[in-house]
């Protein structure tokens, strides 16, 4: 089973990215406390397994928070992501420590791949749309409510958030067409990382240029050559 900085590093190739990203798991990352030039996603209500590591004790939880901070650095040159996957204690032993959540590869890979395409239109300024987003939230049988005295997640007021305010970041389900169409346009674009809107670089600029160039050309060959036929008239009288 690869590890989150595996399956991003493979996200980062697939979609044809040349600068280097970099994802690191922060467990001190906080909800909306952010340096300027950072962005944030929430992705709520991730199914994840437990197991304890003073008893050995196991459990699910479909309330699984994952934190993602990322920002794109001009000067060094390289793209930044750091998660925070909140945690969850034992509840069968009195003095529990928090333990890390477990995923399987497809939840991993699946939401890597949303973050990736927030990478896009975040700092590459590509338009992706609601639907290019795979669906995460998965339904799957967890027994007994959710123990929040047990979750850092409501200890932080990520989960009760959850509640009043759903899903700011929908990932939504994405068709094979979809697919192949992101996978298409992100290829045939040259992609360069900006910080600012305003040094947004067309990836259609330099086919632009070419373009207005043979135009031009194109132009001068013709009136050389009209020029040419008459001057070769006029000498022949
Ligand atoms: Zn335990
Ligand atoms: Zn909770």
Known sequence: MGTWQDIFAAKIADMHLTESWILQEDNS???HVLK????????????????CSQCFHEWSSAKVHILFHMRWSRSRGRGMVRMRAFRQACRRCPEPQLE?????????????????????????????????FLEVVVDAPVVGPHDS??????????????????????????????????????????????????HHPSPFNSNFLWKRCCCIGSSLLCVLAALLFVLLYFTRK
Not at 37 to 48: A, L, N, P, S
Not at 153 to 175: I, K, M, N, Y
């Open 29 to 31: 990352l906080q909800v």
């Open 36 to 51: 300027p030039g950072w962005k944030e996603i929430v992705q709520r209500r991730v199914f994840g397994r437990f197991q």
């Open 100 to 132: 890390e959540p477990k995923f399987s590869e497809d939840t991993m890979k699946r939401l890597l791949h949303n973050l990736v395409l927030k990478i896009l239109k975040y700092f590459y300024h590509l338009p992706i749309q609601p639907s290019d």
């Open 149 to 198: 005295a047990r979750c850092e997640g409501c200890q932080l007021g990520v989960c009760s958030e959850s509640r009043l305010a759903p899903a700011l970041d929908a990932w939504e389900p994405l068709t094979d067409a979809d697919k192949a169409r992101t996978h298409r346009t992100l290829k045939r674009q040259g992609m360069r990382p900006c910080a600012t809107p305003t």
